[in-house]
């Protein structure tokens, strides 16, 4: 199971919107229902911003959406600030029960 | 208070095998997937496997063969441990529990640091 692939950077200015894709296959991303997102601020521990596809926890920004078409899966953050630096990672499950993640996009705040 | 809490970081030579612990408190954790997943320096996160509540388990077919994770029910501790160490296995080691069926990794342990060198 390879990992999926991600850009490895994405910027935008403070106020801004930009999407972060990622693209598996028909296995995972494409057909799975358990497709998530996780931010992963440096020398702290990821966390769930995404589940299903598209549907966020509580107590995550609504600036925060998702979608998927096709073997992709994006990420878009409107109203980009400052604290939404970090690493993004999509998450897939697998026909084979087990889980994959995306290589991994850093989003930086110009 | 619902955490996860792993043991501290381990220094290994190449060829040697490393346990990591993770204690679940603030919840009852057989009834919770427990995953590992690791981060090496400068690099991505990556899935190892999974301790599912009937005792199953599952890997990552990059790590079958050198991964074994096991449960102590008694200290509610799930254990890692990794053979054959080479040094591109130093990195952050991670437990995590998702909810069945869930796929959310929502409790993440902080993390034990890996280094393996000659």
């Known amino acids: 199971q390879s990992a999926l692939t991600q850009p490895a950077s994405v910027s935008g200015s403070p106020g801004q919107s930009i999407t972060v894709s990622c693209t598996g296959t028909s296995s995972d991303v494409g057909s799975q229902k358990l497709v998530s997102w996780y931010q992963h601020h440096p020398g702290e521990v990821p966390k769930v911003i995404i589940y299903?596809?598209?549907k966020r926890p509580s107590g995550i920004s609504d600036r925060f959406s998702a979608s998927r078409s096709g073997n992709t899966a994006s990420l878009t953050i409107s109203g980009l600030q400052a604290e939404d630096e970090a690493d993004y990672y999509c998450c897939s499950y697998t026909p084979s029960k087990i889980y994959v993640f995306g290589t991994g996009t850093k989003v930086t705040v110009l | 208070q619902v955490q996860l809490v792993q043991s501290g970081a381990e220094v290994r030579k190449p060829g040697a095998s490393v346990t990591v612990s993770c204690k679940a408190s603030?919840?009852?954790?057989?009834?919770?997937?427990m995953h590992w997943a690791r981060q090496a320096p400068g690099q991505g996160l990556e899935w190892m496997g999974v301790f599912k509540p009937s005792g199953n388990t599952g890997y990552a077919q990059k790590f079958q063969g050198r991964v074994i994770l096991t449960r102590d029910t008694s200290t509610s501790t799930l254990y890692m441990d990794l053979s054959s160490l080479r040094p591109e296995d130093s990195a952050i080691y991670y437990c995590s529990r998702e909810a069945p069926g869930s796929g959310v990794f929502d409790i993440w342990g902080q993390g034990t640091m890996v280094t393996v060198s000659a």
């Open positions: 299903e596809v598209n």
């Open positions: 603030g919840y009852t954790y057989t009834t919770y997937f």
